[in-house]
């Protein structure tokens, strides 16, 4: 009998790490995202949020999104919560079509980690062969392209006043 889901098509897991900051003078929300890099097989140059997928030695979904934003940018975070999650499907070269259920994480208290190569409490690069580019976009015009991986509806679930008022910004 063959089984009702392929194994490409299994559902991997993975955590998006969604860091925000609001310092700008006109207080539109920005998010740190990162374009993988134009030699990664899987969406070159598309725009998304730091993350990846969970590992055994994960606590849990804030950890392992707390592990992947320093893995990638040199920051890290004091703490986070799950803020929804979201199924995607993806084809790749070499693999085809799989599945994936990203649990998207706001992360809190975030700063420069020692492996931060910045020197100045900013994200950088730290994993070139998958991310060329780092920044911080206002939420109300991302890069082009971002849709798919950084799906719009978290700025709409997101509040700076909700987390201030509960002491989580």
Known sequence: ???IIKDNMRPKVGTAAVVMRHDRADRV???LLLRRATNNKLMPGVWCLPG???EGTDAGPVAAAIREL??????TAESGRVLTAGHNFFQHPEDGE???ITLYVVLRGWMASSKNRS???E???MEPEKADSVGWFPVDSLPPGSEQLVPRMLFEKFSFEEEEQNGRA
């Open 1 to 3: 009998m063959e089984p």
């Open 119 to 121: 020197n100045d409490n």
């Open 70 to 75: 320093e893995e990638e940018t040199g920051l």
């Open 29 to 31: 929300p920005e998010v």
């Open 98 to 100: 799989w599945s994936c």
């Open 123 to 125: 994200p950088c690069i």
């Open 52 to 54: 990846g997928w969970m």
